[in-house]
């Protein structure tokens, strides 16, 4: 891959993408195929797993694909929001807690690319 398709984005951030996919691909597959797991478990696992496509496409094109960030901001720390006070009690899951402290450093690793990268400042943020 040419480093025209990457502009001025490093490969640590490269690779921080392809580990945030990698994250969602084994906990969506985790979620879908649990024998135990409920109908909505199983969708959610989809769900997760999805949005770890989502974070491939990033991976491969950082800048062109930043935009979609959002979309995953939005769905890790909403997660956080939702699981994590139940998640984090003494009596929480700590797979579930561990899970979500993922979750949470992931959210705050794409609010940082979102923020500090080149077109950041520029205005073009939808290119």
């Known amino acids: 891959m040419s480093s025209a ?4 984005v490093s490969v640590i951030w490269r690779r921080f993408f392809w ?7 084994v906990i969506g597959l985790a979620g879908m195929l649990t024998p135990e797991a409920t109908i909505d478990a199983r969708i959610i696992g989809l769900l997760v797993f999805a949005f770890g496509l989502i974070y491939f496409l990033v991976a491969r094109d950082p800048l062109r694909f930043a935009p979609v ?8 720390v909403g997660v956080v929001a939702l699981l994590g006070p139940d998640a984090f009690r003494a009596s929480g899951d700590p797979i579930i807690a561990g899970v979500l402290i993922g979750d949470a450093l992931f959210a705050l690793g794409f609010l940082a690319f ?9 205005g073009a943020l939808s290119e």
Do not use: C, M, P
């Not at 960030?69 to 890790?76: I, P, T």
């Open 114 to 122: 979102l923020f500090t990268r080149e077109d950041a400042h520029s």
């Open 19 to 25: 580990v945030a996919a990698i994250f969602n691909f």
């Open 69 to 76: 960030l959002w979309a995953g901001v939005l769905g890790k």
């Open 5 to 8: 398709q990457y502009g001025e």
